[in-house]
């Protein structure tokens, strides 16, 4: 069952993969494109709006992440306490509400490409996992021994745990090699963990696009494909 889950995942990446072959096109707003957030986010918000996720394609379509900006709603027990939250992805910002309100949003200065909710470090909770635009390499916080910073959009992946009403970061990744443009979870294995398939590009040519396969080490992700 494991093995055909993880073939399910790789053949309708191929598929996508594909279509975009076959059109072409080429995906919108890549960093190679933007040197700053704001234009970057303006050439988002000019795409369609589709609710779904990245692999929601009818027949003939082109996937989403090339010709659309996704919109997402998920009700998901994220702490664990037997009532579900509320997420929330519109426009490039994710909400994160509790029956009580609102518990976390996005900084403005992200743009929130796609989530997907598991358990990524294997620790027995579930994690909000966040694939993310912003500018510089870094995190929310930038190395002390590092003057200045590269002001280009980059991709990012983050980690974050709902604790106690608060959303809080478990792992955040710097600028990475090459962008995510969708990511899940599951166990290839079948061992009972968890490893991340990522469906990765290329910030300068959006034709060069392989899948992969990641394990959580402690500290981050290794590659083990």
């Given at each position: 069952?494991?093995?055909?889950?993880?073939t399910?995942?790789?053949?309708?990446?191929?598929?996508?993969?594909g279509?975009?072959?076959?059109?072409?096109?080429?995906?919108?707003?890549?960093?190679?494109?933007?040197?700053?957030?704001?234009?970057?986010?303006?050439?988002?918000?000019?795409?369609?709006?589709?609710?779904?996720?990245?692999?929601?394609?009818?027949?003939?379509?082109?996937?989403?992440?090339?010709?659309?900006?996704?919109?997402?709603?998920?009700?998901?027990?994220?702490?664990?306490?037997?009532?579900?939250?509320?997420?929330?992805?519109?426009?490039?910002?994710?909400?994160?509400?509790?029956?009580?309100?609102?518990?976390?949003?996005?900084?403005?200065?992200?743009?929130?490409e796609?989530?997907?909710?598991?358990?990524?470090?294997?620790?027995?909770?579930?994690?909000?996992?966040?694939?993310?635009?912003?500018?510089?390499?870094?995190?929310?916080?930038?190395?002390?021994?590092?003057?200045?910073?590269?002001?280009?959009?980059k991709?990012?992946?983050?980690?974050?745990?709902?604790e106690?009403?608060?959303?809080?970061?478990v792992?955040?990744?710097?600028?990475?090699?090459?962008?995510?443009?969708?990511?899940?979870?599951?166990d290839?294995?079948?061992?009972?963990?968890?490893?991340?398939?990522?469906?990765?590009?290329?910030?300068d040519?959006?034709s060069?696009?392989?899948?992969?396969?990641?394990?959580w080490?402690?500290?981050?992700?290794?590659?083990?494909?």
């Amino acid at each position: 069952m494991k093995l055909i889950r993880l073939t399910a995942v790789f053949v309708l990446t191929a598929l996508l993969l594909g279509r975009l072959a076959a059109t072409g096109m080429q995906p919108p707003g890549g960093s190679g494109e933007f040197d700053d957030f704001q234009g970057f986010r303006e050439a988002r918000l000019k795409l369609p709006e589709k609710q779904g996720s990245p692999c929601s394609v009818e027949p003939g379509e082109m996937p989403p992440l090339y010709a659309y900006r996704l919109a997402q709603t998920v009700q998901f027990d994220l702490d664990g306490d037997g009532t579900p939250e509320k997420f929330t992805l519109r426009e490039g910002r994710l909400t994160v509400e509790a029956a009580w309100g609102i518990i976390w949003e996005s900084p403005h200065d992200w743009w929130v490409e796609y989530f997907f909710l598991g358990d990524a470090n294997n620790d027995g909770s579930q994690d909000l996992n966040l694939i993310v635009w912003k500018e510089g390499r870094f995190g929310p916080q930038k190395p002390f021994w590092v003057e200045e910073e590269d002001p280009g959009v980059k991709n990012h992946f983050f980690v974050f745990k709902l604790e106690k009403g608060t959303i809080k970061p478990v792992w955040q990744s710097s600028s990475l090699d090459r962008p995510n443009y969708w990511a899940a979870l599951i166990d290839h294995n079948g061992d009972g963990h968890n490893e991340l398939v990522a469906l990765e590009g290329c910030y300068d040519d959006h034709s060069l696009q392989k899948v992969t396969l990641w394990t959580w080490n402690g500290w981050g992700f290794s590659r083990i494909d």
